[in-house]
Structures are given as C-alpha cells and as structure tokens.
C-alpha cells in the first residue's frame, strides 16, 4: 500500500526557517519523481516542486525561488522540503506524493501544518 507521511511544520514567524520530511512506503522511492504540494486557506492545492528519483529539481513554483529547496534520501525513502525566508502566504498544509498518480498511487498522507505568523 502506496503511503506518504509528511512531518516538520509548526508556527514560524516570518523570515524563518523549517524543513520539512515526507516519508514513503509501499514502492519503489528511488524510482519515482516526487513532489511537494501545498494548500493555503481557502485555495486549492499547488504543486510547489518536482524531483526526479535522481534528485533532478524539475519544477519549482516562482513564488519559492530561491527560497526553497528539495532533497532526496533514497537509501532511507525520505524527501525534505528546506524552507528559508519563510512568508506569511507560505502558510498551507503541506504534501508530498508521487507525480504519478495511477492506480495504487492515489492516496494523500495527513500533510503537515506550517504557519508563518508573527
């Protein structure tokens, strides 16, 4: 069974900084390009990066250049999101999963909490 576990947020005030870690079980991690999502209050979910499993960054959204940036710990399934700069609008629950989304690969984890707020 295809799971995520995404962990690290909390309440940070603005300029911050958190790292957040997804956890994935059920598949083959390395072989699989993962992304971090994020949905604010009242909007809808937004891709925020893409790795690839050779930790190839294909997508960053503008709003996190050079603000934020992705890694990958095949050898222990683990993806970290470092986020540094941290805004007010950088508030929303955080995501990962894989960029596939066939059968089995469908399901969302809990998501983790980051509040930027001073």
């Known amino acids: 069974q295809v799971q995520f576990v995404e962990s690290g947020g909390g309440l940070v005030e603005p300029g911050g900084s958190l790292r957040l870690s997804c956890t994935g079980s059920g598949f083959i991690f390395r072989d699989y390009s993962l992304n971090w999502y994020r949905r604010a209050p009242g909007k809808e979910r937004e891709l925020v990066t893409s790795?690839?499993?050779?930790?190839?960054?294909?997508y960053i959204v503008d709003s996190a250049k050079d603000r934020f940036s992705v890694s990958r710990d095949n050898a222990n399934n683990i993806m970290y999101l470092d986020m540094r700069s941290l805004k007010p609008e950088d508030t929303a629950v955080y995501y990962c999963?894989?960029?596939?989304?066939?059968?089995?690969?469908?399901?969302w984890g809990q998501g983790t909490q980051v509040t930027v707020s001073s």
């Open positions: 999963k894989t960029a596939y989304s066939g059968p089995d690969f469908n399901s």
């Open positions: 790795m690839t499993g050779r930790n190839e960054l294909t």
